[in-house]
């Protein structure tokens, strides 16, 4: 019997990063070989200032690897376009959230689903995005709010539901439960997991927190450049 092997949704090999300062040049990452399937969550841990934000935003296609290269599907990012994979197949939550200020949180998600074209499988943009809202600890009160009158974890949890409002393969989140306190993030956790689990699709969280981390099915740990260890096999 042979086996069979799926391709894995992502793919990073050889991956190297190098800013280039005013001075000098820093290598963040080197030379990263990674998988990662479907219908896994994924924790990445590593010391401040060890490049998860970089890993995440060259995964995410914002940014383009100094060597090395991103498969999405078994296909080269370069050629599937970037544009293309962020808007149809990844969405991001932000370290710094990225919502858009001058809207209220249901507006940031209907926006979010307007520009990728995402259909919500029953009802319209507004009813999916309330609910979305809702799931992260929103209600219509603060969902209608402009994203400047609601606290930082609020502002969180808006940008965790505009992400999951885009129906994508990978969802990539960047310290998301930072700011929020311990019942609200196992709950976040619990629709990392349902994502994962329920819905199959990859989710890859960075993270400082262990907690997270025990909460999903394999952490990653980036370090001086390289990613080592995992939880399970
Ligand atoms: N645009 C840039 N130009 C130059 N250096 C950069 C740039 N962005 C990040 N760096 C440097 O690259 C390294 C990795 O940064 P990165 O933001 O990826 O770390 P991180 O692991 O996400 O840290 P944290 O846990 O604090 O968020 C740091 O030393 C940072 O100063
Ligand atoms: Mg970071």
Redesign the pocket.
């Known amino acids: 019997m042979t086996a069979v092997t799926e391709t894995p949704v992502l793919q990073l090999s050889a991956l190297s990063h190098t ?1 280039q ?1 005013q001075r000098r040049r ?1 290598t ?1 990452l080197r030379q990263i070989d990674l998988s990662f399937e479907r219908g896994t969550f994924y924790t990445i841990l ?1 010391p ?7 890993l995440l935003s060259l995964a995410s296609g914002l940014d383009t690897p100094t060597q090395g290269t991103i498969r999405f599907d078994g296909q080269d990012l370069t050629q599937l376009g970037l544009g293309r994979y962020r808007n149809k197949h990844a969405a991001t939550v932000f ?1 710094q959230y990225n919502l858009l200020t001058y809207m209220s949180a249901l507006r940031n998600v209907t926006t979010a689903m307007e520009i990728t074209g995402t259909k919500p499988p029953t009802g319209r943009r507004k009813t999916r995005a309330l609910e979305l809202l809702a799931q992260v600890g929103l209600d219509t009160d603060m969902a209608h709010r402009n994203v400047l009158k609601l606290s930082g974890g609020q502002q969180q949890r808006v940008a965790i539901a505009r992400a999951l409002a885009c129906d994508v393969d990978i969802l990539f989140a960047d ?1 998301p439960t930072g700011n929020l306190d311990e019942d609200t993030a196992d709950g976040i956790i619990a629709i990392f997991r349902r994502l994962a689990h329920d819905q199959n699709k990859c989710v890859i969280v ?1 993270t ?1 927190s262990q907690t997270l981390a025990a909460g999903s099915d394999r952490t990653l740990t980036l370090r001086k450049g390289k990613v080592s260890g995992t939880n399970k096999p």
Not at 48 to 54: N, R
């Open positions: 800013y300062g820093t963040v590593g401040s200032g060890s490049g998860k934000t970089t370290q310290e960075v400082h």
